[in-house]
């Protein structure tokens, strides 16, 4: 092996000795299978037993007429399953912590049954987490009470002439008083805005010296209350492609007078708990887009496995199979990435802010990659993916939207190429790998840090050896190809900023960010693949996938007319061929058909669609 790839001791990862990693592969939810690892936990099994006893049928009635889910969230209030998942330890009079592997695959979960319903939730860990990253003790403990009592909660941010462009932010408060203000304004794309609780609104605070420079205003995050405050009008349901069930709409504050004790946070404090709970906010929308996955494959496998075309089931056609082997492996990959990026959720400090980068990652590329999966089973199902009785034309819908909600894809690609130098340059000895939620190594604990994270230098940040990840799965013929691909793309950065140096070209940035996407997320996957002792040939083929992800970048980069010539021709140098075997895609089919005779079990009961 190259030295250059040897693996550092600071850097090592630990592969456990797990049993069984059933659990990181596309799953199948029904209380007809058993699923230990995620129907042990009673939150999980009570949102799965509500969603099976309503059907499917009566699921997609709803969607169809948006009908407002008053239902469930009775249902979720008599047994505190958003408390469960989302009530910190220090302020929950239930006895509840802050679990993230509980939060996350109750998530998944969660957006396997509906994902419009799901929807509320996460803006819940929105209006909350924007409010425990505060500075405001009494309304920390007034939040977490609304949510252990079932309410929902509400997160004011986005405008609709601003939008994303939080410092335009139009929403004003001025001082009414000794220790009093007023609060005017309108948000616009706000979930729960129908029934929440409490709404954190992020506002600008009057100042006179500002001279009419908006940018200079400093920002206010304040609570408000719907139910009693005057001012809270003008709620209007915005009409979206999916999540139909769900309440995204629109208000107006008008002459509001709250008092200081509602100020959540001033100054730099207020824009650090918005962009804290956005960044944990929007990474936990990943685990939505696997669970939409899950669903819909085991609708289109249910499907193609019982469909008799030409004498024999449709899955066994090879150009069928062929697909279905695709989208299985897209998931499985998404899984990998995801859960072991929450590992570095889990394990972050102020030394160690890891997380930002895999993070920024995980929305730009998790929810991406499930458009894609929707996209291969769509080839496959044909006609029957759209008719209206399915969960499958919902998914197709509802997949769409998380891509864009609130952080769009090219906003979280501009991110992650920010961390390019510290990525690729010297290796933090003092950093290790952190030990896996899902293997069961790491420590079921809160991370007190999650709920006080403050923005800092990126430049700051700093990483283990990317290159280590692949030591483990050296034998793996296209793990190699990979890595060496993935280094050459670290020289190909250098040589982009050295000769051409147009990164403020949006276009050139979005090309070389996506390829950088790829190198972090190919990191994250070998590692879990390795700790989770996957076989050899299913890395394989997990592979085959990475490296023809990043040909299809590295071709996008060549084709960039405003780079030097150099660069382009070294970007198209770098295009590889995989070398997955044909025992490899054999023994991926045997997994997949063991797959298909599971979900044979779930068809016809609760959320199964019947053949």
């Known amino acids: 092996m190259n030295d250059s790839l040897k693996l550092d001791a600071s850097a090592r990862i630990s592969v456990m000795d797990v049993s069984s990693a059933e659990f990181i592969y596309p799953q199948i939810f029904s ?26 049928a ?5 969607d169809r007429r948006e009908a407002w889910y008053a239902d469930f969230l009775e249902y979720q209030a008599k047994h505190h399953l958003y408390a469960s998942v989302l009530s910190p330890k220090a302020y929950s009079r239930l006895g509840f912590h802050f679990d993230l592997l509980k939060l996350t695959r109750f998530l998944e979960v969660f957006a396997y049954c509906s994902p419009g319903h799901g929807y509320s939730l996460q803006v819940s860990f929105l209006g ?17 009470e609304a949510i252990e009592a079932g309410g929902v909660l509400a997160f004011g941010v986005s405008e609709q002439r601003h939008g994303s462009d939080l410092l335009d932010n139009a929403f004003r408060i001025h001082p009414a008083g000794e220790g009093r203000y007023t609060a005017n304004g309108s948000k616009f794309y706000i979930g729960n805005a129908n029934c929440a609780a409490i709404i954190s609104i992020l506002a600008r605070k009057h100042n006179p010296r500002a001279n009419g420079n908006v940018r200079r205003l400093p920002f206010a995050l304040f609570a408000i209350r719907p139910a009693i405050a005057k001012g809270f009008t003008n709620v209007r349901k915005i009409r979206t492609l999916g999540v139909r069930q769900a309440y995204v709409g629109s208000f107006d ?15 730099r404090r207020a824009w650090d708990a918005v962009f804290g709970a956005v960044t944990l906010g929007k990474f936990f929308l990943g685990f939505a887009s696997i669970g939409i996955c899950e669903h819909a494959m085991s609708e289109a496998v249910g499907h193609l496995s019982h469909r008799i075309l030409y004498d024999k089931p449709v899955i066994q056609m090879s150009h069928i199979g062929a697909l279905v082997a695709q989208a299985y492996l897209r998931l499985t990959a998404m899984k990998l990435y995801a859960y072991r990026a929450l590992d570095y959720v ?14 920024a990652v995980q929305k730009a590329k998790i929810s991406t990659e499930g458009v894609k999966v929707m996209g291969l089973l769509s080839e496959c199902v044909g006609a029957k993916g759209l008719e209206a009785d399915g969960y499958f034309e919902m998914a197709l819908r509802d997949i769409q939207l998380i891509p864009g909600l609130e952080g769009s894809t090219h906003i979280n690609l501009d991110t992650t190429q920010q961390f390019m130098a510290r990525y690729f340059g010297q290796a933090d000895r003092d ?54 691909q993935c280094r050459a793309f670290a020289r190909l950065v250098r040589l982009v900023k050295r000769v051409s140096a ?37 890395v394989a083929t997990l592979f085959h996938n990475v490296i023809g992800d990043m040909n299809g970048a590295l071709l996008a980069i060549a084709g960039l007319a405003q780079l030097d010539d150099r660069v382009r021709a070294a970007a198209g140098a770098i295009v590889v061929i995989q070398k997955t075997t044909q025992e490899d895609w054999a023994f991926l089919a045997e997994h997949i058909a063991a797959y298909s005779g599971r979900n044979d079990q779930a068809c016809g009961v609760g959320l199964g669609l019947p053949i």
């Open 128 to 144: 909350l987490f924007s409010i425990l990253m505060g500075d405001n003790d009494a309304l920390k403990r007034e939040a977490v």
């Open 346 to 359: 889990h394990a972050a400090t102020a030394d160690d802010r890891r997380y930002v980068l895999f993070a």
């Open 31 to 56: 209380t007809a299978i058993a699923n230990p690892e995620y129907l042990s936990n009673p939150e999980s099994r009570k949102l799965l037993e509500f969603f099976e006893a309503k059907g499917l």
């Open 502 to 538: 147009p990164m403020d070209d949006a276009q050139v940035m979005l090309a070389v960010s996506q390829a950088f996407a790829i190198v972090v997320f190919a990191q994250l996957v070998a590692e879990h693949a390795a700790i989770l002792r996957l076989p050899l040939q299913i």
């Open 58 to 62: 009566a699921l997609k009635d709803e």
């Open 431 to 484: 950093l290790v790998c952190p030990e896996s939620l899902v293997a069961g190594t790491a420590p079921v604990r809160e991370n007190l840090y999650l709920m006080q994270a403050r923005t800092g230098s990126i430049n700051s940040v700093g990483f283990s050896r990317f290159l280590a990840a692949y030591r483990p799965l050296w034998a793996v013929a296209n793990v190699r190809v990979s890595a060496r």
């Open 253 to 267: 504050v008008v002459d509001h007078e709250f008092p200081e004790t509602d100020v959540i946070a001033e100054g």
